[in-house]
Structure formats: C-alpha cells, structure tokens
C-alpha cells in the first residue's frame, strides 16, 4: 500500500477550510466524473494525478482533488478512485493523494484480478468458469475496500459524492450520493458497501447484498451489481442529482436556477476502450450463442457492449447540450478509444500491461482535446484547445479561482 500523503499539516489559505464552500458562493457547480473499466482505472488515475498537480502549483503541495469539486462520481472501478480521493483520513483529509493512486492499482491489481497461466487449458478453464459463477470471488477487494474505508459512511466523504449501483430484486438503478445519505440513514450506507457493489460486474464479480437501519427499527435492503449496468458514465447522473438538490431548495446553491447547465465545469474521465481496433465485427457477431457473448478470446462481449454503450450514450448527451448552450469549454471529456489487445481488458492485471495502461494515460495527457463527433461517435480533435493537459491546466485555473471567490464570499459575512 502506498504511504498516504496527508494535507491537514499543511498552512496554504486555499486548502485550510474543509469542506470546500458551497456552490451558493461562487459562480460555478464543480463535478469530476470517473467511468467503470475495471483495472483500466490506472488511465483515469493518471490524468487526475495530473490534474491535482496542476492544483498544487497553484495553491501548494497541500492542494487535493476534493476542495475543488462539489460532487465526485465514479462507476465501478470509478467509485473506488471516487473513494480513495473523498473518504477521510483521522484528520478529516482525503485518504489518499491523487500521485498514490496508480500505485495502489499497481500493487493491489494482481490480487483482485489474479493471474492464471496463459494456454488453451486455462481458456477451457476460464470457459468453464464462467458457465458455473463468477470469474473471480472478491475477497481480496471486499478485504482491501473494508481495511482503506473501516466505517466510514457515505454521508462522511470530504466532498460530496455520487455513486450508481443496480438493484437486481427490483430490476432499477440505485444511485448513493452524500446529499440523500445526510438525510435519509437508510441511504447511507458504508462506502465499502457501496464499491463493493458498483464494482460487482456479472461475470466477474458476486452480487453484494447488504442492510441499512436507521436506528428507529426501519431497515432496508440492497442486492446490488456493477453501476456499468445502469451508467458506466456517470457524469448525467450526477448533474441529475445536483440538479434534484436545487429543486429540493436546498441552500448549498442558488434558488431558481435549476437548469443553468452553463454554470458547471465539468471533467469526465474515461477508461479507454477499443473503438477503433474494431474488436468485433458483425459477421463474427452473427454466428455467436449464449456461450461466446459470455466469453470470447478472453473477453466478454456483451459486457465489453452494455458498458462502452452506455458511457458513450452519456458523452454524446452532455456534448450535445453543452453545445447547445455555447459553453463546450465547460466540458471536458478525455477519452481514449483505440485500446488494443491486453489493453481494453477489465481484468488483465499483469506487470506489462498496467505499465502499458499507464504509458495510455500519459500520453493521452499529449494527445489534442478531443470531442465526440454525434453523427459517428468517434472522437475529434478541437483546433485551437491544445492538449488535454493544456486543458487540464486551464480547468485547475478555474476551479482554484472559484474556490477562492467562495473563501472571500464566505468571510465577508
């Protein structure tokens, strides 16, 4: 586990007050979404990385993720980066650093994804497997997710949090956010619960069931599966539940404005995935049974399709009503789609390929701001926005200064 970098020694005015301000005192409603993608995650821990130093070379080494956004959402291997950056250490400061994340990925990934020996037995035996239960029994995730969180609950995250999940008894999503858990106890479940779930993908991982009470004799149950089901992108559901705030006038934001979409800055992070190598083609497709839309060449098709489905689905939403409202620079979305091999696996968490997804997220930070094209679904290159980092430095810029505005607004009462 990688030694914690903990902020609460240090002395820099723009990290001191925890939590940040409200939106209500500033102009701006600040979100980071992380999509689901299993041990992909070591992309979006990259680029956040990237993004807290940026924090950090404005307002000091002390800076971190979570005093700059209202709201962090993450699917699946998403909420376990959403969690690792929110959930507080014992002095009330995010539990990790952004610069730790890929380390904990890269010590604690062959562990959750065990390895087995390549060969066409263990094809057969993957085959098998995945006729009789899940891929994997998620112990150690259970284990690791329990011993970084203990206790604590939805409702203590340093900022607020947005996480979906799928209630297989009831057939619906479940969305957890730290808005609903302060006032509901029966939303507010433990974190380790609620990644557990988000991260139990059908066929790779168990269903999780678990209880809440709310100390009144009231209880409520949860047989939850992977948040990718519902949204493997889960940037529109935390706007939905941002927006639901307002209208529940709840005095974090501005009256009456429950629709002013050109107020958010928004940065949605992506796992990759393998649009352009063509992974599958329909002709392929055509001859497959219920056995190789489970399991093909070490891959699961149709979770590979409900997943990359519905994270796309999301982007082509926000982007269109971005544009729509003439404020596309508030939107960033940073995504790779030319994933290729070992590399577009959820679970291949070998040395060589970890490194490899690293490397992706590193030079994805080179590569040009790109857009998703809604007539083909591919992604553009923006003329005249640089790269992403240069778009992650203008980001940090904005949210620095918003934060500050709010101190002021604060203090001047």
């Known amino acids: 586990m990688p030694q914690l970098t903990m902020a609460s020694t240090g002395a820099n005015a723009a990290t001191a007050e925890v939590p940040q301000p409200p939106p209500s005192q500033g102009r701006l409603i600040t979100v980071l979404s992380i999509d689901g993608g299993g041990i992909r995650g070591l992309i979006p821990a990259t680029i956040i990385s990237c993004l807290e130093a940026k924090l950090q070379e404005l307002d000091g080494p002390d800076a971190r993720i979570a005093d700059y956004f209202d709201v962090i959402a993450g699917t699946s291997t998403g909420a376990l980066l959403t969690s690792m950056l929110t959930a507080p250490d014992d002095n009330k400061r995010p539990l990790f650093a952004a610069k730790d994340l890929t380390t904990f990925y890269v010590e604690n990934g062959p562990k959750i994804f065990p390895q087995r020996k390549a060969g066409w037995l263990t094809s057969a035996m993957n085959l098998v497997g995945t006729m009789r239960g899940p891929k994997y029994d998620g112990v150690f995730l259970h284990d690791k997710i329990k011993s970084l969180t203990h206790d604590v609950r939805i409702a203590d995250t340093v900022t607020n949090v947005v996480v979906p999940a799928f209630d297989v008894k009831y057939l619906q999503p479940v969305i957890f956010t730290t808005y609903e858990a302060k006032a509901d106890p029966l939303k507010n479940a433990h974190l380790s619960d609620i990644c557990i779930s988000t991260s139990a993908a059908p066929t790779y991982f168990p269903a999780h069931f678990f209880t809440t009470e709310d100390g009144k004799g009231g209880t409520r149950e949860y047989h939850l599966v992977d948040g990718g089901v519902a949204a493997n992108n889960p940037t529109m559901i935390a706007m939905s539940m941002l927006t639901k705030e307002v209208l529940r006038r709840n005095p974090d934001f501005n009256p009456g404005k429950p ?126 926005e640089g790269t992403n980092e240069d778009a992650l430095a203008r980001f940090a810029k904005m949210l620095s200064e918003e934060r500050k505005l709010r101190n002021k607004n604060l203090n001047s009462y």
């Open 259 to 384: 629709t002013e979409y050109r107020n958010y800055l928004i940065i949605s992070v992506g796992t990759g995935s393998a649009k352009l190598a063509e992974k599958y083609t329909a002709p392929q497709c055509a001859k497959w049974g219920l056995i190789q839309w489970l399991y093909e060449g070490g891959f699961t098709p149709i979770i590979d399709i409900f997943s990359h489905a519905s994270a796309d689905m999301v982007d082509i939403h926000a982007a269109v009503l971005f544009e729509a409202l003439h404020c596309q620079k508030n939107y960033l979305r940073i995504q790779d789609d030319s994933l290729m091999g070992h590399t577009s696996s959820v679970d291949i968490a070998t040395k060589e390929n970890m490194e490899a997804l690293i490397g992706i997220g590193k030079e994805l930070l080179k590569k040009p701001v790109s857009r998703v094209n809604i007539d083909t679904g591919m992604y553009e290159s923006v003329a005249g």
